[in-house]
């Protein structure tokens, strides 16, 4: 049995890196007992990863965090009782959004869980207007549809969150493992290319990367069904002005804003699936509304 060490996951990174390890074995132990930090919001990615295994036919084992903080928010989030007999914790301070993994009944669950999903974040963000709340809180539905649009995952839609009230931060990210932006957006091009084309025309499409398909993808409008799509100029201008983080990880496209600056490059490494991962600024001493508003 391969045993994966855990001492933190304090970064995107961190999270990837253990999914990709789980993955290059069929028999894995994940050894969470020295663990000393995990923000919650990427044992989605992990998740992931061990459904993916088990999809595969592979074995796993967890071992649980000795760090008595560590274990009661793996719990509280409803992680642990997942993957093995700990029962869940109780979330005394009401700070998570419970790990999730929507596949069937898509309809009815994902409708079950945004409406939690709204809840705790009307009643934890305090620093928007109510019109941008509706808007961002629209926003945020289209990105947990889209997994069902576009992904073609038969592993379906996981998400996790957390609040961090201490700090003025609430993160969650979802994620799936589907085909990808890169390979959506290119093959919407290369339909379209097709149809442009000339006849007797011997030009080729010439594919984009994935940091472009992703460019394309969060822009306002751009979708590759006509339904739905990214479009997240919203909230990347709520987190730019916020002091919040964004970052998209398909394919090997990275995207991300961070301090108010946007990075892109590709990775070496590809991802199959998609990761959006935000992270919201609810520091009450700055409040922001939509442009028009009263």
């Not at 855990?6 to 990174?13: A, D, P």
């Not at 796993?60 to 997942?82: G, H, N, Q, S, W």
């Not at 929507?102 to 928007?128: A, M, S, T």
Request: positive net charge; charged residues 30%.
């Amino acid at each position: 049995m391969k045993t994966i060490h855990i001492g933190k996951i304090n970064s995107l990174m961190d999270a990837i890196d253990i999914h990709n390890k789980i993955l290059e074995s069929t028999n894995v132990s994940l050894n969470f007992k020295y663990a000393s930090f995990i923000r919650n919001n990427y044992l989605s990615i992990l998740g992931l990863a061990i459904e993916k295994l088990k999809n595969e036919g592979g074995e796993y084992e967890i071992i649980r965090p000795d760090d008595t903080r560590v274990l009661k928010a793996m719990k509280d989030i409803e992680f642990l009782d997942k993957f093995t007999e700990l029962s869940k914790g109780s979330d005394s301070y009401k700070t998570m959004i419970r790990y999730t993994n929507i596949v069937d009944d898509k309809d009815v669950k994902l409708g079950e869980f945004f409406g939690y999903f709204q809840e705790k974040l009307l009643r934890r963000v305090k620093n928007i207007s109510k019109p941008l709340a509706n808007k961002i809180i629209q926003k945020v539905f289209e990105l947990f549809s889209n997994v069902f649009r576009h992904s073609e995952s038969d592993l379906g839609l996981f998400c996790s969150g957390q609040f961090y009230p201490q700090n003025d931060k609430f993160y969650f990210t979802i994620v799936d493992g589907g085909v990808g932006i890169k390979k959506n957006v290119n093959k919407y091009f290369e339909k379209e290319f097709s149809k442009e084309k000339k006849l007797f025309s011997t030009k080729k499409y010439k594919e984009k990367d994935a940091v472009e398909c992703i460019k394309w993808a969060i822009q306002e409008g751009h979708s590759t069904t006509g339904k739905g799509g990214l479009g997240l100029a919203l909230l990347m201008e709520l987190i730019k002005k916020s002091d919040g983080q964004l970052e998209i990880i398909s394919d090997n496209g990275y995207y991300a804003i961070k301090n108010g600056t946007v990075h892109s490059k590709l990775l070496d490494d590809v991802f199959d699936g998609s990761i959006i991962s935000i992270g919201l600024n609810t520091d009450a001493s700055k409040f922001f509304y939509l442009q028009g508003e009263k």
